[in-house]
């Protein structure tokens, strides 16, 4: 019997009203399993299901099959702390405690999807592979079990722990294998985050492109600057984009395969599932060479998005959405009010038929930076090469002249926008050992 009977009982109700709850129950659909995906650093135009041209995501693209694909999905954010602080409490970076910041501040005075169906008598995991994700940032409130060990160094830097993707899948399995329903499961996946060194077995699994004339990149010791290999990026004996290029590939490759394996579950055949990335990844737009949480354009804030839900019939959708809609979306599929404040929209009557999905604006933010998305258009402010962009396929494109009412309304919006400024929240002082750990992630200075 569901879990929430059990909480029923456990309080002490009586029988009478017992027997009426259990009447209602039976009378009603049985709450939904959820299983959001989140996958590290990922590109949306990187997935076959997004028009790349290599077979980097077979098991996603099943996937991809089965659900919507929105095609215009923006991040919050092009660092993993916000964009998934933005996931789990439908908030732009500035409506939240950890803002743009990348590790050192906590989510605080906001609920969370997972606290929210923790009180509807869901069990919930997390399972996570980022050091910046772990629990000193407050992303573990009301996950039952938060899972944040990093048990492996990485060869040439040892300070340097991660979670691949074999092993975090192998514990979210063992944890479904024994759950009570319903679950709420959250599997965050390290790969393809960068250095690009896939296991044995996948590395290698693309060849770059042969450019004879192709330069090599210079070895940049600062995380941040531009015009070449970043110092953490930096893998012995490889020197040009296309190398890299080819290595990213093979490792979402590598994070395809054990998301196949999670998928392939029974229990997971009839949950909600939804899929998307923190961020994207700049291979060389701009100068920026293999880095993320540098901008707030196309290469590092459009990710894949997919819904795949009971009553949610597969499509391909234009409409441009973001981060902070995916708890109420999950929310409204799993029968679950959401609470005022959200600033996402729940997808699910759009996709089921019930109401149109309107087009509206939606921001990416990096603090010194933030970009406003709608109709096909970009607005950026804050950097020094602010632009109003046209946003075509997987690129960007000059809009002088064109569409000056779409650009008065982004404006607007992005003004409105960063105006709203929520205090960001310290975390705990991180200890040396992890500071270090960040900065060989290429997080901090």
């Not at 098991?59 to 919507?68: C, E, R």
């Not at 998928?263 to 100068?287: Q, Y």
């Amino acid at each position: 019997m569901w879990r929430a009977l059990g909480y029923a009982v456990g309080a002490g109700r009586r029988l009478p009203a017992f027997f009426a709850s259990l009447a209602a129950l039976a009378c009603s659909e049985p709450p939904r399993d959820v299983l959001l995906i989140t996958v590290d650093t990922l590109r949306a135009d990187h997935l076959s299901s997004y028009g790349f041209e290599l077979a980097t995501s077979p098991n996603i693209d099943a996937l991809a099959a089965h659900s919507a694909l929105f095609e215009r999905a923006v991040a919050a954010s092009s660092s993993t702390a916000p964009s998934h602080a933005s996931i789990l409490t439908s908030l732009y970076p500035r409506q939240h405690s950890i803002g743009y910041r990348n590790g050192d501040t906590r989510l605080e005075g906001a609920v969370t999807l997972a606290e929210l169906l923790r009180a509807r008598g869901y069990a919930t995991a997390a399972f996570v592979g980022n050091a910046v994700l772990r629990r000193r940032i407050g992303l573990d409130r009301g996950f039952d079990t938060y899972d944040d060990e990093l048990p492996e160094p990485e060869a040439s830097r040892p300070l340097v722990f991660e979670r691949r993707a074999r092993q975090t899948t192998e514990r979210a399995l063992a944890w479904l294998a024994r759950a009570e329903e319903p679950f709420f499961l959250w599997v965050h996946y390290q790969d393809p985050h960068g250095p690009y060194d896939p296991p044995d077995g996948y590395a290698d699994t693309f060849a770059p492109e042969r450019d004879p004339d192709e330069p090599p990149l210079p070895r940049l010791e600062s995380s941040l600057a531009t015009g070449g290999i970043p110092a953490y990026q930096a893998l012995p004996g490889l020197t040009r984009a296309s190398e890299y290029r080819a290595r990213y590939a093979d490792e979402i490759r590598y994070a395809d395969h054990w998301i196949g394996e999670l998928l392939a579950s029974p229990r997971l055949r009839d949950a909600i599932v939804v899929f998307t990335a923190d961020h994207g990844e700049s291979l060389g737009e701009g100068g920026h060479y293999f880095m993320h949480g540098t901008t707030t354009l196309p290469p590092e804030a459009h990710v894949p998005l997919l819904v795949r839900a009971p009553g949610v019939a597969p499509a391909r959708i234009a409409t441009t959405v973001s981060h902070v809609d995916i708890a109420p979306t999950i929310l409204e599929l799993a029968g679950v009010p959401a609470p005022s404040g959200m600033r996402g929209v729940a997808l699910g009557p759009g996709l089921r038929g019930e109401a149109p999905l309107a087009e509206r604006v939606v921001y990416c933010d990096m603090g010194a930076e933030a970009s406003a998305y709608g109709e096909g258009a970009l607005l950026r402010a804050g950097s020094s090469d602010s632009a109003w962009l046209l946003w075509e396929g997987g690129g960007v494109a000059p809009a002088e002249g064109a569409g000056s009412a779409v650009r008065d309304r982004l404006a607007g919006a992005l003004a409105s926008y960063v105006q709203t400024t929520v205090p960001m929240v310290a975390a705990e002082p991180a200890r040396p050992v992890e500071i270090d750990r960040l900065r060989a992630l290429g997080y901090v200075e």
